[in-house]
DNA sequence: TTAGCTGCAAAACGTTTGCTTCCCG
DNA sequence: CGGGAAGCAAACGTTTTGCAGCTAA
């Protein structure tokens, strides 16, 4: 079997691969979402129900480090991780699905550099993160047009409720 | 002695005012940074020596559900905290020190909508965080025009860096 | 051959909760 | 007085780690 694009990636720097790491790397390449560790472990698991979740941990851990994935916190306790080749972008996240769009926006990038710069500072790095709910579709015409989505790791988990009473112990929620 | 900002705030939304909670409103009063809750358990045992942490832990959640604190999550494992009446800004977190710099960006703030809907969404919240480094004083002239800075709750704990090889369990880094 | 990876189980970490006692309203 | 709050310790969910054996290079 040809090897994953991530694992191409590994070997580039160097990394020993071993059975798990191969895995893991491929199911990391054929991944379109941000799943968190244990998704990642339950899909590794579905090929080869050997690995322990441990490696798993150890591993992201590892491609983090080597600049291979990148991990996200979006609020809920557990990280997601994304390979970083799919390249810079920041996400929407719908507070009542919990899925994940990503998107990219130049302007947004020219400002951020112009904040960190005003404030005295060189960026390094920065994330923006949008928090909403699909809109509703005003037009008496036909209702709903549709946004492409990238997604969430598992379907929602119950709506987030607009005034932040009680909190779901592992839900996003939009600050 | 009379009633701190956030206690006056507390009595509004008709809270039952307890010693503990008046002790955790005014030391959230008397902060102007971003304490997680072992800082702030452990500026209330310099005042009173007979509050738990599982109090603390249950009053900022009661006081987040009651809109008067917001939570932040700067990536580092713990939540930390700031009262709601500072209004809304966002965070330049200095990647060397851990200093948190509060900002307030208009141009932003109408970015992010229009983000939204472009997307087919109502924004419900966004949050955006710079990491940076402090810029070198390139000009011969008066170095470095200084930027107001909130103070990041403990000390630094030693410098991130830069391309994200061993992470120190419990430190903010850059995206 | 051997540095370094794996699995397992146990520990660590921040946070929540059950229960009893205590206190505010 | 009664319902809710506090304290304590135990439980929680996620992540890390110590150790003994295994494996890629």
Redesign the pocket.
Same mark, same amino acid.
């Given at each position: 079997m040809e090897p994953s694009r991530i694992e191409r990636l590994c070997i580039e720097k160097g990394?020993?691969?071993? %059975?798990? $790491?191969r895995l893991i790397a491929r199911v990391l390449s054929d991944a379109t979402d941000h799943p968190?560790?244990?998704e990642l472990y339950r899909r590794a698991l579905a090929i080869d129900p $050997? &690995?322990? &979740?441990?490696?798993v941990? =150890?591993?992201v $851990?590892l491609f983090e480090e080597k600049n291979i994935l990148e991990r996200r916190d979006f609020g809920g %306790? =557990?990280?997601h991780y994304e390979p970083v080749e799919r390249g810079h972008h920041h996400h929407l996240i719908d507070i009542d699905t919990g899925k994940v769009i990503e998107f990219e926006d130049a302007e947004h990038e020219r400002l951020a550099e112009a904040i960190a710069t005003r404030l005295g500072y060189d960026l390094a790095g920065h994330r923006l993160e949008l928090f909403g709910r699909r809109r509703e579709a005003v037009a008496p015409s036909r209702a709903g047009d549709r946004a492409k989505q990238g997604s969430g790791s598992r379907g929602a988990r119950g709506p987030v409720n607009g005034d932040a009473s009680t $909190?779901p112990?592992?839900k996003p929620e939009a600050p």
């Open positions: 990394l020993k691969m071993t %059975g798990q $790491r968190d560790v244990e $050997r &690995i322990s &979740i441990a490696t941990y =150890r591993t $851990r %306790g =557990r990280a $909190r112990r592992n």
